[in-house]
């Protein structure tokens, strides 16, 4: 009886609370929300800065949770004997993005750009009015209204957006990473990815999202089928060709030795984390939440993503039959990755079915791509070429279908972006091959480099049997 009094009593004062809330907050909210009667719906500039930074900070966290999906795709995609690497390689690789772009490639995207780069300084930091708001409250200061109007001024707090936009840039190094696994030196591994992310991709973010010459064209990518995606596909195949094929992959017969994922499983969950994460990518990219617009637009956003990586993975199952001989679970994993980058170009479109087209046929040139890539004996071990370039391509030129874009603007900025980007990807390439060598030693690779430089085995409980190789025959 006492118990249950109890739970009668509590009940009663939980239901006391809620209607106590709402009163609250209707008393409060003239204060603040309704402050200013000429924002939208009276929302106050201080209430939207709050919500475009949070926005910015928590779509971020969620792009950066798409390294550990490339972790698991990359490590689960490569044989057992090498799985350790990728895991180094790629918390290693979203580190010196991290740093690159706040030493220099964030200044040379955004800052002062011209028609094709920014500026050169070093550093980047809070803007001198969020500085004085913070001494303020330090100095526990009785009114910083005058601070505070000066900070919510930009819209949205300063190192925010910095956060946000450097999860893309360790995005778009990601990709190189998992197309030349297995036998590229980790060392020279960092050194192309402070390069990528210091100065290539800043250079090619300035032209389109900094204001250069690319925008100024007209040309459109929402969220970087491009600028990003492209940008490390483009990259990636560079250091593909450069670097060559994994020993053994191609036989002297011309026939091609079979690598299946080793741990499908993990594969499977590193795609469904980078399909969450793309939810981010996408959805932050409105770069606001402070009006009902803005989460209107952003609802269509999450939905066109969601419905065309669907697409994508329906679509690349059906074909990989008839083009790959069986129905291949690699190809339809793919096929989702395709189809969230075709819709990156233009992922606002209101007529949702168009993103099940894009997406759908994102999803078949991926897996046209990957066997063709196979057919010119070009060794790209996690499929990053099809899905993050070929799918990046076609994701920015579908933009002018239904995104509103001009085709022949479209083109143009495909043509520049790959141009610029391959031939200095394949400059610095080359250069670190005649400077260091890009590839392990054949020991070293025949034993996997998780042995061989890591001294570690991913799987201690395993036999590691050697594989054979046309040369040991």
């Known amino acids: 009886m006492k118990l249950k009094n109890r739970r009668v009593t509590r009940r009663g004062l939980a239901i006391a609370a809620l209607a106590v809330v709402p009163v609250a907050l209707l008393t409060a909210l003239p204060a603040t929300a309704f402050a200013d009667e000429h924002t939208p719906l009276g929302v106050s500039d201080e209430t939207q800065f709050i919500f475009n930074t949070l926005a910015f900070l928590i779509w971020g966290a969620l792009v950066m949770w798409m390294c550990a999906g490339f972790t698991m795709l990359e490590s689960g995609a490569v044989r057992t004997k090498n799985a350790s690497m990728i895991c180094l390689k790629n918390i290693g690789i979203f580190s010196i993005a991290s740093l690159a772009y706040y030493f220099i490639g964030y200044n040379l995207m955004y800052v002062n750009v011209g028609d094709f780069i920014g500026s050169f300084e070093l550093l980047y930091g809070p803007s001198g009015a969020e500085l004085a708001l913070l001494d303020a409250v330090a100095d526990q200061v009785e009114d910083v ?108 017969n011309g026939t091609v030795k079979p690598t299946p994922p080793s741990n499908v499983l993990v594969v499977t969950l590193g795609v469904l984390i980078l399909w969450l994460g793309w939810f981010g990518f996408n959805g932050g990219s409105q770069l606001a939440l402070g009006s009902a617009a803005d989460a209107v637009a952003m609802s269509n956003i999450l939905v066109n993503t969601n419905l065309a990586a669907a697409a994508g993975v ?154 054979e190789f046309d040369d040991d025959a």
């Open 145 to 252: 209204s005058g601070h505070v109007g000066d900070v919510v001024g930009n819209g949205y707090s300063v190192m925010s957006d910095w956060f946000f936009q450097m999860v893309f840039v360790a995005t778009a190094a990601s990709i190189v990473s998992g197309a030349i696994a297995e036998r590229v030196k980790m060392w020279v591994l960092f050194l192309f990815t402070l390069v990528l992310t210091g100065f290539i991709y800043p250079i090619v973010g300035a032209w389109y999202w900094g204001g250069g010459w690319l925008d100024q064209e007209g040309f459109v990518d929402f969220a970087g089928s491009t600028i990003v995606h492209s940008t490390g596909g483009w990259a990636a195949l560079a250091g593909v060709l450069i670097i060559g094929p994994r020993l053994g992959k191609y036989r002297k």
């Open 314 to 467: 329906v679509a690349a199952l059906t074909v990989s039959r008839p083009i790959i001989g069986r129905m291949d679970l690699f190809a339809g994993l793919n096929g989702a990755l395709a189809g969230l980058v075709s819709i990156t170009a233009a992922p606002y479109i209101t007529e949702h079915w168009w993103a099940i087209i894009i997406g759908a046929i994102g999803g078949v040139i991926c897996t046209l791509s990957i066997k063709g890539l196979e057919k010119l004996k070009i060794d790209d071990v996690v499929g990053a070429i099809p899905a993050h370039l070929v799918c990046g391509i076609w994701g920015t030129l579908a933009a002018s279908i239904a995104g509103g874009a001009d085709f022949g603007t479209q083109l143009i900025g495909v043509l520049a972006v790959g141009g610029f980007v391959f031939v200095v990807s394949a400059f610095v390439w080359k250069l670190l091959d005649v400077i260091f060598g890009l590839r392990v030693g054949l020991d070293a690779e025949r034993l996997g480099q998780d042995t061989a430089e890591l001294g570690i085995e991913t799987y201690p409980e395993f036999v590691l049997m050697p594989e």
